[in-house]
């Protein structure tokens, strides 16, 4: 009887102990992100991170919750993102995981986004999870440049509007087009496709018109994010067919060759110095406005080829040549931020940047 109560006092014992222990690890667990055991995420745990990767020290199975991009590996970003939450750069890093594992740009390129509210000088520069705009200046040859620099995590802020709303409208003001664009952020003047309607004309992944002008250089923006170029007589109408383009400009030429160069000959009429429009592409996601003043004392504008150099300088992979002269705008919630020609002229569309806010 004696060695059963002994029993029975050794196993009551150890449930104690194994109760114990088991609240212990319960408070011991690591919080969402800590590596350091300090219960937040500092620069420490960044640090942190950064040593266990190089040593091959950490896996996403043992600590999913360091997998703050959500791409399936703990990396060098993961560290990164650790690092702009210590110093206030993300409020919510479960809500980061999500919007970055889902948006367009490569996740890399998080930093250039705002996860702390909306910041908008009315200028054009703008940053928030979803939209990032920067506005720089400088000068390239005889001439004055204006350079969005554009982050989207969706290809749908990428957006086009027509004059007076519907396609055939006649034409407008750059301004009036940009006021009529829910949440619009900057716009640039579009290609003018009144003026020919050549074809395709295909605008937020609306077709209307699908033949194929073979005499242009053809831009489209497909819905993965790519801007694919066609020198003239190159894409045909089947391939067309087959892409998921959500838009299409016919104006060109195409500026850059396959290597990303400058190219020396163009299929254009508009090859001497004027004042210039670019869509400028460096991967799904980033994406440029270019605008260069001209017909001015100071600012002479650009030949063809001289623009070709500039996108070359300014690190673009593509870039397509939009309707220029008079009608190159590039215009913010504040007011035009070119120097347009006798402050521009009433044409058919426009390419917008837009973030759709909640409510």
């Not at 900057?186 to 033949?211: E, M, T």
């Amino acid at each position: 009887m004696k060695k059963l109560k002994q029993t029975f006092s050794l196993l009551a014992l150890m449930a104690a102990l194994l109760a114990l222990c088991s609240g212990a690890t319960a408070e011991e667990a690591p919080a969402y992100g800590d590596l350091t055991g300090d219960g937040e995420i500092s620069a420490a745990d960044a640090a942190a991170m950064l040593r266990g990767i190089a040593f091959q020290q950490l896996s996403e199975e043992a600590r999913p919750d360091l997998d703050f991009t959500k791409n399936g590996t703990i990396d060098a970003t993961d560290a990164r993102a650790a690092l702009f939450y210590a110093c206030g750069g993300i409020e919510d890093m479960v809500a980061f995981g999500e919007r970055v594992s889902g948006g367009l740009c490569p996740e890399r390129l998080f930093d250039r986004f705002c996860y702390t509210g909306v910041r908008d000088d009315g200028s054009g520069n703008y940053r928030s999870e979803n939209v990032a705009v920067s506005i720089t200046r400088g000068r390239f040859q005889t001439s004055n440049y204006t350079l969005a620099d554009l982050y989207l995590q969706d290809i749908s802020y990428l957006t086009t509007a027509f004059s007076n709303g519907t396609f055939g409208g006649g034409t407008n003001t750059v301004k009036k087009m940009f006021e009529s664009v829910p949440d619009a952020v900057l716009a640039l003047n579009g290609d003018f496709y009144s003026l020919h309607v050549y074809g395709p004309v295909i605008r937020n992944g609306v077709v209307y018109v699908d033949r194929v002008n073979r005499t242009w250089d053809i831009a489209l923006l497909l819905t993965n994010g790519e801007l694919v170029t066609y020198d003239d007589r190159t894409l045909t109408k089947e391939a067309l067919l087959q892409m998921e383009v959500y838009q299409s400009w016919v104006f060109g030429p195409a500026l850059l060759d396959a290597e990303w160069h400058a190219k020396e000959k163009f299929r254009s009429a508009v090859q001497p110095v004027n004042p210039r429009s670019v869509l400028g592409y460096y991967e799904p996601g980033h994406y440029a406005f270019l605008a260069v003043d001209g017909r001015a004392k100071k600012s002479k504008g650009l030949t063809m080829q001289e623009l070709s150099q500039l996108c070359e300088e300014l690190g673009f992979s593509r870039a397509y040549n939009l309707d220029g002269g008079q009608s190159s705008v590039l215009l913010a919630k504040n007011g035009v931020i070119n120097h347009p020609v006798r402050n521009g002229r009433p044409i058919s569309d426009i390419i917008a940047v837009r973030d759709p806010q909640p409510g």
